[in-house]
């Protein structure tokens, strides 16, 4: 996400950052670079303008000419507009009401509004450790309930039973008394999608948010369609008590138009991101932390909080057991691997480190792609026990049988060797707290070569 932003903004700040001081007329060309970059990013218009009359009276202000490094000044003035632009900070769920506490999902159809109802109630009994009821209002999508009813099954989510030809409005009322018999402490509503707004959604919405009075209504919103997306919750806005959005598909939207323009535009926290098809596929969405990504800074908080979610606590005290002590086995390797394919891959975990265009490039420069992952799967699964503990043990005669085991040869087994004494070196470096050379210039390039 946000790669095409990223990209233009680390352009413009290359050169801002160089000069030894600025003048207007920097300033100004600096700025109609960020101004390029937002509109091609999909930002809408008004509020591409709006930042930029925010951002130039700060950065031409004379703390800025005086200072020594003006260019970092910029970078920084851009980054608190760009928070304050985006929420200035993360707006909780609102429980605060008497069990079963209703919430309701609204937006177009194909937006994702039944599978982001699932990773909510996955989210909601994880993080908050609440039993959760779905219930469908969709009559009129063929399967639409089914599905609804299907993702719980799958997940051990609870639903409300479908009775075939009951309206939306009587579906509210049996939901409601059936979480109470139950249990339930939160019920979601998925509501019915059109293919656009049209007046009969939108008096269907109201009348289901007068029955339910929800402590939330999120607006669903596909992040591809970019500035269509704004345009929509503001029109959910003059409707319903709007008080979040969830932006869906955020994994494959590379402009990142819609997540920079929709809280200005509807004056509506976004709450969530979609970046993925798992149920667990669900983002908190951090301004700051967003904010950091889109200047190429890096999110290394939220990078932390992902791996640390598919990590059981067994796993991480030997993690951090073997990184004290220095050692870095095969097993370990393997660990760290599966672990980077749950949370999207090379590129997955590239998007939240610092400098990630020099990453890539240093990646492209290299040859790497995905497949190196489940290629080196193959090949620690291919050693036996004993190599995995001791690599050094892998002589000539191992490595045949490993490239065999693993339908390589012995040259890529020689790779993954090298790749593997390098990290060791460098688990070895932080266990000591020596980290010179991890810097937000990238990864070390020795890793790299290794590779080649």
């Not at 003048?23 to 509020?47: N, S």
């Amino acid at each position: 996400m946000f790669e095409n932003l990223t990209n233009k903004f680390e352009e413009v700040f290359s050169s801002l950052k160089k000069a030894p001081s600025l003048d207007e007329k920097q300033v100004d060309e600096g700025l109609r670079g960020i101004r390029q970059a937002l509109l091609e990013a999909d930002v809408t218009l008004d509020v591409v303008k709006q930042f930029i009359e925010n951002v130039k009276p700060k950065a031409l202000g004379q703390e800025i000419i005086r200072s020594t490094s003006p260019g970092q000044m910029v970078v920084k003035i851009v980054y608190d507009e760009l928070v304050k632009l985006l929420g200035e900070k993360n707006e909780d769920i609102n429980l605060n009401a008497v069990p079963p506490v209703p919430m309701m999902l609204v937006g177009l159809q194909g937006s994702g509004k039944t599978t982001t109802t699932a990773k909510l109630a996955k989210f909601l009994e994880k993080n908050k450790k609440k039993k959760i009821m779905m219930v469908s209002l969709d009559v009129y999508r063929p399967a639409a309930q089914e599905q609804l009813k299907s993702l719980g099954e799958q997940n051990n989510i609870l639903t409300l039973p479908i009775i075939e030809g009951q309206v939306p409005a009587d579906i509210c009322r049996r939901a409601i008394s059936a979480a109470n018999l139950n249990g339930a402490e939160i019920i979601l509503f998925d509501t019915a999608g059109r293919t656009q707004i049209d007046l009969q959604m939108m008096s269907e919405i109201k009348q289901i948010e007068s029955i339910i009075k929800p402590t939330e209504t999120f607006l669903v919103a596909d992040s591809l369609t970019g500035q269509v997306a704004a345009e929509v919750a503001k029109e959910f806005k003059n409707t319903v008590n709007l008080t979040g959005i969830v932006l869906t598909r955020a994994d494959g939207d590379a402009r990142g138009g819609a997540a920079v323009s929709m809280k200005y535009v509807s004056n509506v926290p976004i709450k969530f991101l979609g970046i993925g098809e798992k149920i667990e596929n669900l983002e908190v969405f951090h301004p700051d932390r967003i904010a950091n990504r889109i200047l190429g800074m890096g999110d290394i908080v939220s990078l932390v909080e992902k791996a640390s979610q598919d990590l059981s606590e067994e796993n991480l005290k030997k993690t951090e057991e073997n990184l004290k002590k220095g050692s870095f086995s095969m097993e370990d390797y393997l660990t760290q691997l599966r672990q980077m394919k749950k949370m999207g891959g090379i590129e997955g975990v590239m998007s939240f480190l610092p400098g990630v265009s020099k990453i890539k490039s240093q990646m492209d420069q290299a040859g790497v792609d995905e497949s190196i992952i489940s290629q080196n799967e193959a090949i620690i699964l291919s050693m036996t026990k004993k190599e995995r503990e001791n690599p050094k043990i892998i002589d000539g005669s191992r490595r045949k049988r490993i490239a065999n085991g693993s339908g390589t040869d012995v040259a890529t087994i020689n790779k993954l060797l090298k790749q593997f004494k390098m990290m060791s070196e460098m688990m070895k470096k932080m266990s000591k707290g020596n980290l010179k050379g991890m810097t937000d210039k990238g990864i070390p390039p020795e890793l790299f070569n290794q590779l080649k």
